[in-house]
């Protein structure tokens, strides 16, 4: 079965870091990109980060650009997001997302974490 | 960035009725990559549809997608009480992927 285990979320001042981690079983991780996708406290869904199989290749939205970093160490089957300089807009739920096709970097997620929540405040 | 705008915003139909859901891109979306996303409060989203109109793996064929360029549309042909949910759209054509603000499908 395919799973992917989000954990590293919690509460944290402005200015401060967190790193989410996403364990992931059942499926080849290294042959498909994964993504940090995150929805803030009622509102819509908005992506964050995307990493290729590899690891080589790295995309970010503006928003969180210089400040967050993908990674993923596939020997562990374990992508990861560290947050640094984080903000009050950061609050959400982070989801980590499968990519849909094998091999390939194609940005439909057709596997989803469960979320870990992220609390940004003093 | 492609901004999206779904409408309805809500949607109040009863089980057995037809559903259509709107997804309007501000420039044209690359190659149809759209997808459609459900989502139930405290649960992940659920891919529905890609490519535009491909169902993903386990998807009910009441559940259809279609469009292209800028406007697209999620299509429940017979409602079930499973059905009454959150719905986004979302391409990822080009960089930076962009939803839409969701549609809200409730039971009226």
């Known amino acids: 079965e395919v799973q992917l285990l989000e954990s590293g979320g919690g509460s944290v001042q402005p200015g401060g870091s967190l790193r989410l981690s996403c364990a992931v079983s059942?499926?080849?991780?290294?042959?498909?990109?994964m993504s940090w996708v995150r929805q803030a406290p009622g509102k819509g869904l908005a992506w964050v980060s995307t990493i290729s199989g590899s690891g080589g290749s790295t995309d970010y939205a503006d928003s969180v650009k210089g400040r967050f970093t993908i990674s993923r160490d596939n020997s562990k089957n374990t992508l990861y997001l560290q947050m640094n300089s984080l903000r009050a807009e950061d609050t959400a739920v982070y989801y980590c997302a499968k990519d849909l096709v094998w091999g390939s970097w194609d940005g439909a997620f057709d596997i989803w974490g469960q979320g870990t929540m992220v609390t940004v405040s003093s | 960035e492609i901004v999206l705008t779904q409408s309805p915003g809500t949607l109040s139909l009863s089980p057995g009725e037809r559903a259509t859901l709107s997804c309007r891109a501000s420039q044209t979306v690359s190659s149809s990559y759209l997808a459609w996303y459900q989502q139930k409060p405290g649960q992940a989203p659920r891919l529905l549809i890609y490519g535009a109109s491909s169902r993903a793996t386990g998807i009910p064929d009441r559940f259809s997608g279609s469009g292209s360029g800028t406007d697209f549309t999620l299509t429940i042909s017979r409602l079930e009480p499973e059905d009454f949910a959150v719905y986004y759209c979302q391409q990822y054509g080009s960089s930076p992927y962009t939803f839409g603000q969701g549609t809200k499908l409730e039971i009226k």
């Open positions: 059942g499926f080849t991780f290294s042959s498909y990109a």
